[in-house]
């Protein structure tokens, strides 16, 4: 019977060897469907792009402390799988999927570390060693750890794909191009230098050189997204959503007057719905639109006010440009070089050339024809306004960062811009949060290095730790 | 000498029902005969003799022929209830000689009001078995535990027996497509648990052998304990044919509707409520926080007429008028909204049999229907059964046994659970539940005018209608399932004999999934198949030597092999989107999710042996040995043995016995069972997910496979004694038993940190000790008179968490959830040196007096990371009691349940108070409220709270806000009547010489109810994902009580 037990117990179910573009294509789409559906359920409401007006769903916007513990367990597993990826890869030497895993694994990891502060990091991804408890490392060893950092890690997948003659298999996001994920790679080297460039004195050197070495993002074409089926479950997460939890979601008061005050209004009426109160009106004014500011639960005043989302867009164009799934966009990587250049970590270009950049880019990420890209830039609120410009930049970058995961409050705490509201139903003491909480499984089960860290933190765990680049 | 023919009936004292298969001998002449299947008997004796009439379970009778006028009443003896008992393989054996507890229940006792569950029907008659029922009425899982839980992974349910085979108790619920609370999301259906097909009918007797002593030849499987079915044999004389007809109507009614109050509709405190916008935009109005009922404020409300339209017609009917407007409707309450929604069920159980034989052969065929149209939509349940026994003797040496039985259920409807929108319990309770002011008549409306198929016509839209939901949003099933078995036994020698014999349990279960358009989690409606076919094999051989003349000492020693196959295969199609509605197939999909195909296998070789010996029939020592080979472990670590052994001793045979005394028998066992892994636990693999678009892809599998992986083991050991007083007129037996199960094989949860969210290991220590008491007792008895015997089963049992596989400290067994809100969540966790059973949930910060602490009028809940113990599911003691009566020709009995301690958490509850439907949701509704409790002062000290809020911020964040998990605590202890039956036997109904007789009941079951929480019935259980869980009661449907009659007919 043993022979028969062999046959009996080979699972007929699943693959017993790994298969790595099938592997890459589910951390993509991990990666991108996650960063959009935690954007659409949550960050929004952190980044006070919406306000969710019922307090039966909205505490978590409301910066109460909570672990957000599936998209930590997202992040994992990607990791994970990336881990194989990498490992494999280097076994049969496709270099070139190697550096993709490298990426990969890079974007879970800083996710991680930028959304939970210190992780589990260099003795994590041991289970299959028997090592279930991972000791936790400083926000500074993700970043620069030698050998897994972030940043490290990205810069060996660059110089991997220049040189690079394999090719990538799998991929949902380029088709395989090496060249836009060297672009992709940079792009995110960029956002983490930046981040991290306050603490860390070697970031001007590295942005001026992937700057001076050129391969960036040209236009919002090369930028990092995902276009979603229209159907469940990888369907932009509005689209499928109960009705009652899309019809909670509103225009919050401090992007509606970032909208009024720079004259948006192609990105207010393409996001946002009229009002209640002026549903039927024809024609375009800024006080048929409104928002609402964070509440408990809104009154009736409150939600005949405030605009709720674009149906049209939302629930019924599953094609729309807006409705991708983004990671990292041309708008950004050109308001990060603005930010640079301003503050002087690079040299090549000027500020307001990637101002303009920035913005041109985030109106051509929704699909805004050039006319209405001119007249915005046009507007005097909108142009390059040295006095004024680091507030411009960030700003411009917060808007464009709508949807993409938790960019929006992860740039306020780096930045304090735009000046958020953390007066109105706040669950978290009066402050925006700066962190989730640890999984209540990293609580239980890996105790003793949770404590641990307990103790880094001062004892006990809060939502207003600040980890290492925030400090 | 003259002889006659002598013809008479036999009937059993206490219920006057026949006495089937007794032995009516003539004194002093080895002649006689045996009663067929309606309790006559006939045969040939001289005037002057004397009938000697005897059955197990009875006293011996001794009636001289000329006292032979009515039927013969044998008297139920307590001593000799079980005589001869049914044990592991099929094996009768005398109850005095078993060294470890069963208890047996007879036909009359299972079917007296028989439930369409079998199971159920053991509820309150076998001490330490507690029953728990499932939460959508007629057609739900009922949860079986005998002596508490020993396994964390496992279901905890015992083996099920048919004539010596195992047979499958489990149901293969329908994979989960988890969409958080989006679209695609299928609610839970609960499919039943496989031994609630069985016909109880058809049960001769059913043996429940509690320990893993009982049970270790039949390996682990048997491992918390065995409920062994005897079928019923046709028994009957010179080839005629005894008919049996059973026909049993009930209706069922709902047992108890939440109280609600009657004062306040909708809206959330500070604004009044109004309908707008197809109630898009109106959340904030559906907690019942409003403005107090008065019929003479007019308000918009859903229902509100215009023409020929409705208030939420109007965003759907685009060629309305402009402004065109709603009728502002009277602000009334309606609190009967549930009782209009429910009506009344009726269950028919109609069962005929046929039995004939002779001394030879006997054959046995049955046939029972089963009826239930539920109360409430299309809700149904069918089922057809068909049993075929035969029993031949070819030869003095050869004879077989086949047993057939064919099952064939269907239902239109088994109603969607769980929580959200499908089940319409949600509905009603779910979120803040459906507003007082709803008239739930108006939604029979359903569809939006000029909308059907496509918007419903409804008040909110996170709730569907609730109507359409039970009648269109269905969850059909066709089963077909055959459980049989074959059997040759061969007599070589007197002393030598062997049987080889192979059973099966096979079906293929057809379930098909409609939703139509317009529904939350459906929007272009939806269509799935699920397919199971489960295939279970058992082929056993055993050869006895049983030597004659051993002198003072008998023996008996066997041995035996079994081989255990079983073949699960699944399949699953899903199209969350239609192209067009009402049409339910695939080639109208929109959107199809890939098939999925599971396929699961696994066998088991078992060789095992046995030997009994005693000395003159006073002490008896058993002792057994199994091995097995289990093709779920690795390799070099599949085969593992297990012993047992058991003693008694008759001590009132040994030694005499005061005078009251009349039987005292004390026993001792002990016992060891392996346990393999489920199937595909040892190897790593890597999972394929749904494609995107028609991109492959494949993840690491989250569980990490372990090729180290060795058998978990139970010893325990168990001892007792029963002991009789007063010629038997009272017994007791009375047991305790400890068992301690270790490196049980456990998933364990890891932190995911580790790349793994979850590891096989070996490692989870459970002890589980307790007691049980049986009680019986005579208290009346007499000839022609009153007879009243009575049972009381008692049992309390603790399982302790005595070991964790290393490193963990804290084991989370199951949890239940709202979608996905992890942050709110129940938890079952086992932590060392605590009570197995425990529920952890989040609480409220107390002062160190105790005082709840508030923080703007508010009490502060404890971190989603902070959750300490709230209850235990599992009670202190659990008593039932069973009694007859009879007097003349009437009959009476009646079984009571009672369970002590125990918690559960009601999201019943969480609905009624948060939602405001709940009285105890009125205080503070005009003036706002001051919650009772404490302010931490900026020095530390505490003051008491004065910060006063609207009664519908207290209640809806505050006091109920569902963060918090220990205001929707409730204790578990009830009280239950669980059945009674009145009977009345009509005799010589088709004329003097006729046996044939008919007894009428009336029959009641659950019909009272004792508990503190009078919304919802304690006795429920969740189904989350795959898992059947106690001690949550998840929006289940209203329990019920069912009453009715019952006719039984024989001749």
Sequence with gaps: CKKEFQKLNKNPNTLEVANDPSLVGNIEVNSFFNSAYNAWTLGNGMSQYATFSQSYYNTLARYIPASNQPYWQVLYTDARDANQVITDSKANGNTAMQAVGLILRSYSFAQLTDLWGDIPFKNAL????????????????????????????????????KSSVTAITGDLIYAGDITKWRKFCNALRLRYLLRASSKLSSAAAEMQKIVSDGTIFQSASESAELTLPSSVPYAFPSITERSGDYSIKY???????????????????????????????????????????????????????????????????????????????????????????????ITTGSAATYYVNGITGAYADYGIDAVSTAAYLSNPSVVYNPANALNQIITQKWVGNFDVGFEGWIEYRRTGIPAFDAASANLNGGKISTRFLYPPDEQTINAVNYKAELQVQGGTESTSYKAWWEK | QQTQTITGKVIDAADRTAVIGANVRIKGINKGAVTDASGIFKLNASPEATLVISYIGYLTKEVPVAMIHGPVLLTPDAKTLNTVVVTALGISKQSKALGYSVQTLTANQIASVPDPNLVNDLQGKVAGVQITNGSAGVGSTSRIVI????????????????????ISNDTYFNDAVNNSSNQGTWAEVDWGNGASELNPNDVEKMTVLKGPAAAALYGARASNGAIVITTKKGRSKDGLVGVTFNSQTTVETVMRFPELQNQYGAGNGSVDYKYVNGGGSTENNIPNFGRAFDPNYLVVQFDSPQGPYMAADLNAVKTLPAGTLPTPTPWVAHTDNLNKFFGVGVTTQNNISFATGDDRNNYRFSVGNLYN?????????????????????????????????????????????????????????????????????????????????????????????????????????????????????????????????????????????????????????????????????????????????????????????????QSINYVRNIANSLIAPDLYNFSNALTLLPPEYIRQERATYSLYGFGDIDYKGLVYLNVTGRNDWSSTLPTNRNSYFYPSASLSAIVSDIFKMPEPVSFFKIRLSGAQVGHDADPYSINNTFTTITPFNSTPLTTITNTLANSNLKPSTTDSYEGGFEIRFLKD?????????????????????????????????????????????????????????????????????????????????????????????????????????????????????????????????????????????????????????????????????????????????????????????????LPGRTDGIVGQGVMLNANGTYSPNTVKVTAANYYLNGIYNPNNNEEFIYSATYLKLREVKLGYTFKHILGKQSPASLNASLVGRNLLLFTQNKDVDPENLALRGNKILPGIEFLSYPSTRSFGFNVNFSF
Excluded: C
């Design chain 2, 729 to 921: 007129r009272i017994g007791l037996d009375a047991t305790y038993y400890i068992s301690n199960t270790k490196d049980e094989i456990v998933q364990v949860p890891v932190p995911i940190s580790s790349g793994y969210s979850a590891a096989f290991v070996n490692g989870g220590k459970i002890r589980d000790k307790g007691i049980e008491l049986v009680l019986n007792a005579a208290p009346l008895r007499s000839e022609n008179g009153l007879n009243w015997t009575m049972t009381f089963n008692f049992s309390h049992d603790v399982s302790t968490v005595t070991g964790l596989p290393d490193g963990l400290s804290s084991y989370k067994y199951a949890d239940v959830t709202q979608y996905d809100r992890y942050y709110r969540s129940i938890q079952y966790n086992a932590v060392v040196g605590e009570r197995f059973g425990n529920i952890y949930g989040r609480y409220f910060k107390r002062a160190p007096d105790g005082q709840i602490i508030y923080q703007n009028g508010l009490p502060v809940t404890s971190d989603e990371t902070d959750r300490k113990v709230l209850g235990n599911y599992n009670p202190d003691f659990i008593l039932g009691w069973y009694n007859n009566f009879s007097y003349k020709n009437f009959n009476f009995g009646m079984t009571w349940d009672w369970r002590q301690g125990g918690s559960y958490y009601s999201y019943t509850e969480l609905g009624l108070l948060q939602g405001g439907m709940s009285p105890l949701t």
């Design chain 1, 126 to 161: 041991q289970g299959q060693n028997g090592n279930f408890a991972a000791s936790y490392d400083g926000q500074q060893t993700v970043y620069t750890d030698p050998a897994l950092g972030v940043l490290p890690s990205l810069r060996a997948a660059d110089s991997l794909l």
């Design chain 1, 251 to 345: 225009l919050n008061t401090l992007l509606y007057n970032f909208f009024v005050n720079t004259g948006d209004q192609q990105r207010l009426t393409l996001l946002f719905a009229k009002n209640v109160t002026n549903q039927n009106a024809t024609g375009f004014n800024f006080s048929y639109y409104g928002g609402m500011p964070i509440v408990s639960d809104a009154n009736t005043a409150q939600v005949n006010s405030a605009s709720g989302f674009n149906s049209s867009i939302f629930l019924s164009s599953p094609s729309s440009p807006v409705l991708k799934a983004r990671v990292i966009t041309y708008q950004e990587v050109e308001f990060i070089l603005a930010e640079a250049s301003l503050k002087g970590l």
């Design chain 2, 373 to 565: 149209h539920g109360n409430v939509g299309n809700i149904d349940l069918m089922r057809n059964m068909f049993s075929f026994r035969a029993e031949n003797k070819y030869t003095d040496k050869l004879s077989s046994s086949i047993y057939v039985n064919y099952i064939n259920s269907s239902s239109d409807n088994r109603p969607n659970i769980g929580y959200g929108s499908e089940n319409v319990m949600y509905t009603f309770h779910g979120v803040y539940g459906m507003p007082l002011n709803v008239n739930i008549e108006s939604l029979k409306k359903l569809w939006a005018a000029g909308q059907t198929d496509q918007t419903q016509f409804r008040y909110w839209n996170n709730h569907d209608n609730p109507y359409l939901t039970v009648n269109d949003n269905t969850n059909s099933f066709k089963k077909n399932r055959i459980i049989g078995n074959a059997q040759l036994n061969y007599q070589f020698t007197p002393e030598l004999s062997a049987f080889v014999r192979t059973g099966i349990d096979t079906y293929t279960d057809d379930r098909q999934g409609e939703r139509v358009f317009g529904t939350v989690r459906f929007p272009n409606g939806g269509f799935r198949t699920d397919n199971v076919t489960y295939v279970e094999n058992n082929t056993d051989f055993l050869l006895n030597y049983k030597p004659k003349n051993t002198g003072e000492f008998h023996v008996n020693v066997a041995g035996g092999g079994n081989r255990f196959k």
């Design chain 2, 147 to 166: 002596r508490g839980e020993n396994s964390f992974s496992g279901t905890n349910q015992p083996l099920f027996v048919v004539d010596g085979v195992p």
